[in-house]
């Protein structure tokens, strides 16, 4: 049995990316991720071919990010809201350019500067945009430090496979806090099957036609194809890679839905509630895109109401609605800000769908 | 069982590095362990604080609102979570910093000149551990064989001379 390590969510996070063969790392500082920064610059130059750069910028990481990934390597920066919407012109791009690439955003109150204290506000960025275009990022959230780690080598072989940018959507508590991790006993998890990247710039060697990558395609018809073909890709990983956990749901009159910490405090009230003898059950979406709108869409054929709990002025309850087709109401349970609700508070919500 | 530990005072004064040695024995124990500190500006001179929570089952919520077991170490931190103890939970204070008493009768408190001792020991800077020696003393928590090894995983490799002398706090904590 592998060693429980005690390690910051933040840290299992860097550790993850080490593992996963990540060797080009990019980033500025910013609270509440910079442990993760903290971390590659004390590992990556003892690693061969390790590559630790502090940027002067966001914008400069991730686009040290689009030049790492277009040499056909495993390369990852992290930031915290504000410092990601910095970066947003970069995720567009590496989208334009079919780059796998993993970005890490340790979410902190907005808008602006905001706070540094645990938000989950920059949902709509991560899941239907936040650079300009048609495109998605495959978005996963832990919910605590173990699947920090675990999400982390995830969100590489999903970048590989779909030739996509993998976001680990995380927040100040899940990156602060500190839990048990057991790392895999293989050191090369992800690598057992590499993806082959033949479009990656490795140089011909006088021995095939140049690759190109590149984003520009002045052809509207050429462009259309591009992106038709880039959302066919995005149905496979819709089809394929859709993850969640349910919880008691299958007696459940009320559902909840919550991601990331939320879920935890969730899970204590939904105790509390089953404790009243309420049957409330909890789905926790573990990729936020793909979205698992299937499985929302069954409970909804049971189930009497939602209970959406998030940091945010309740941004993920939208997509609740739109996967159960508004067929159930989906209550709000939400603080923004950095303020955290309590468990009690989530129950004081639940009662209040149990009364209907 | 869950045990929802508080550890509140100023930045500096080790309650992160209190809370983490206590994580660590239970992790040591087998038991769900979660750690986390607060991280804003308190961190530099303000009021600091660090939930730590030792289950038995799957841990909910990081957050320690209502403590089974408060280590306060300042009057701030104090008068703020001492309302929140639990019934029949434990207060540990350092009573060389906070001159207050608490007037509940419904929890078990425990009043520890512990940076007076440390520094009458010459130990500067382990309150915490005498603090945390004391709890270990009047509360089932830990077994006393896992304290050692815990103390291993939590002082860093490159601190080992620590050890000792944390062993120690935590030793004249249970003393006093």
Known sequence: MPEKVLMKGNEAIAEAAIRSGCRHYFGYPITPQTEIAAYMAKRMPKLEDGCFLQAESEIAAINMVIGASAAGKRAMTSSSSPGIALKSEGLSYLAGCDLPAVVVNIQRGGPGLGGIQPSQADYFQATKGGGHGDYHMAVLAPSGVQEMFDLTCLAFDIADRYRITSMVLSDGILGQMMEPVTFPEEETLNNAVPVEKSWALTGTHGLRPPNIVNSLLMDPLELERSVVERFARYGEIAARETRWEEMLTDDADIVIAAYGATARIAANALQAARAQGIKVGLLRPITLWPFPKAPLLELAQRAKAFVCVELSMGQMAEDVELAIRCQKPVLRCTRTGGVVPSPDEVLAKILEAAKG | ?176
């Not at chain 2, 309650?15 to 040695?21: D, E, Q, R, V």
């Not at chain 2, 500190?37 to 957050?63: F, H, K, Q, W």
């Open chain 2, 1 to 176: 069982m869950t045990t929802q530990l508080l550890f509140a005072g100023f930045g500096g004064q080790g309650l992160l590095f209190a809370g983490k040695f206590l994580a660590y024995a239970g992790l040591i124990e087998g038991r769900q362990v979660s750690w986390l500190p607060s991280y804003g500006p308190e961190m530099r001179g303000g009021t600091a604080n660090c939930s730590v929570i030792l289950s038995d089952e799957p841990i909910g919520s990081p957050i320690v609102l209502a403590p089974d077991i408060l280590i306060a170490m300042n009057l701030p931190s104090y008068r703020k979570f001492e309302p929140m103890v639990k019934p029949n939970g434990v207060l540990l204070v350092d009573s060389a910093l906070i001159g207050e008493q608490s007037a509940r009768q419904d929890i078990s408190a425990y009043y520890i000149p512990a940076t007076q001792l440390a520094s009458d020991e010459n130990m500067p800077g382990l309150a915490n551990m005498i603090l945390t020696g004391k709890l270990l003393s009047v509360s089932p928590l830990l077994k006393q064989e896992t304290i050692p090894a815990a103390m291993a995983k939590t002082v860093p490799a490159r601190k080992q001379a620590l050890l000792e002398q944390n062993l120690r706090a935590i030793a004249l904590g249970r003393a006093a």
